[in-house]
């Protein structure tokens, strides 16, 4: 058993996670962050009776995704638990999976067919609109239901990009992720045959072999998607829900589907709500606050705008949070986090390695020591720059969740 499991200890303490995704940024406007051009007085106000400091997602320089960069604020080693192509993209699309699955990611691909050959002309099949793939996904799933063993159950993505499941019924072995991709990466090659290592995964690509020839047999009029190329097989990784790990009843409060399947990895409970705004997060969060001990709050505009390279809009919706803050501590939670699970500079329209943002906010702080929640600010902070696998056991102890090691 891990050491923090070992020592948890029973309270009413709750911890309230506010992930503000793809937070950290670098100067965009006279030298400033989005963090620092930010209108915050809530934050402001906070920030001086809060620890501050700064997380590493992952280790030293790494960038990344965000299925990693949760899992490490989660508490758990994202170098350990990876999360295969092929779950993250079903996640992706809001399926969830479950022990007996194995996701697989989809491609529909054009191809000709030469002196009885298959060769690949577009491995996107010119990125079709996303209304003819569902189209198309919607006749397969009538003409495609079972092979052998394991149900088909197939979910389309954007444009040329699908999902495929085969869900057995038993449990499943993470040898599947021993299968190649059956895209040749190039043009004018032939698709790969799925091969796999051991006894499970010759029969899961045997299962995908078929699975590609139905696809095949079934959209041979069709143009310009007329194959399916696969990538990505994989399972569910197997980890210790929250509550098994932590002791803490937990649930989710998202609105991309990602979000949602990664809280879903760990055995949050999605809390299902209408709406996407930060306003209809925290009426929801109102509602169910008294029902958990520990409820993640994520908010993602803050990653997408990150990504178009829009500060302006990015510092509105740091300037949205903030003025929310009041109503977060109403609630009164007994430990408030706020952080990012990576940064997404402006400048490099894309996540980066950079260090995030971290506050803590519980009567157990020294505070005083920034005055304001920023880059730069939280860098004098007592929490220092610390891996974000750690925060989980912070946040317990700051709710007094763990006991004393040793006599
Ligand atoms: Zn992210």
Redesign the pocket.
């Known amino acids: 058993m891990e050491l923090v499991t070992s020592l948890l200890k029973k309270n009413e303490n709750k911890i309230l996670l506010v992930v503000l995704?793809?937070l950290g940024d670098l100067p965009c406007k006279d030298g400033k962050t989005p963090l620092e051009l930010a209108n915050t007085p809530n934050l402001d106000k906070l920030v001086k009776e809060s620890a501050t400091g700064r997380h590493i997602p992952v280790e030293f320089g790494i960038t990344p995704?965000?299925g990693p960069?949760?899992l490490g604020i989660f508490g758990y080693e994202p170098k350990k638990y990876t999360i295969g192509r092929g779950v993250l993209e079903a996640l992706g699309v809001g399926l969830e999976l479950k022990e007996t699955d194995v996701a697989i990611r989809g491609n529909f691909a054009t191809v000709e067919y030469k002196n009885g050959e298959v060769v690949v002309i577009d491995r996107r099949a010119g990125r079709i609109p996303t209304e003819e793939n569902k189209k198309l996904i919607a006749y397969l799933s009538e003409h495609i239901k079972k092979i052998d063993d394991a149900e088909v159950i197939l979910h389309s993505g954007m444009e040329h990009r699908f999902v495929v499941v085969f869900r057995f019924p038993y449990p499943v072995s993470e040898e599947v992720e021993t299968i190649n991709d059956t895209d040749p990466q190039v043009v004018g090659k032939s698709p790969l045959e799925p091969v796999g290592k051991g006894e499970f995964a010759e029969k899961v690509a045997k299962i995908a072999k078929k699975f590609v020839e139905k696809v095949a047999e079934l959209l041979k009029d069709n143009k310009p998607a007329n194959y399916a190329l696969l990538r990505g097989f994989s399972v569910k990784p197997k980890m210790p829900t929250f509550e098994e790990k932590y002791g803490l009843k937990s649930a989710c409060i998202a609105t991309y589907p990602m979000y949602k399947g990664l809280a879903s990895l760990v055995g949050m409970e999605l809390i299902k709500f209408e709406g996407a705004t930060i306003k209809d997060e925290i009426e929801t969060l109102k509602k169910v606050w008294k029902d958990f001990d520990f409820v993640f709050l994520h908010i993602k505009k803050t990653?997408s705008y990150g990504e178009d390279g829009n500060y302006e809009a990015k510092v509105k919706i740091i300037e949205e949070f903030d003025s929310y803050l009041p109503e977060l501590l109403s609630l009164k939670p007994a430990v408030l986090c706020i952080t990012?699970?990576?940064s997404?500079p402006c400048k490099m329209k894309s996540?980066s390695w950079h260090p995030v943002p971290v506050l803590i906010k519980s009567p157990y702080v020294l505070g005083g020591l920034s005055e304001r929640f920023t880059e730069r600010e939280v860098i004098k902070g007592e929490l220092g720059m610390f891996y974000a696998i750690h925060l989980m056991p912070m946040l317990l102890a700051h709710a007094g969740r763990l006991k004393k090691f040793g006599a």
């Open positions: 995704d793809g995704g965000s960069g949760h990653d990012g699970d990576h997404t996540h």
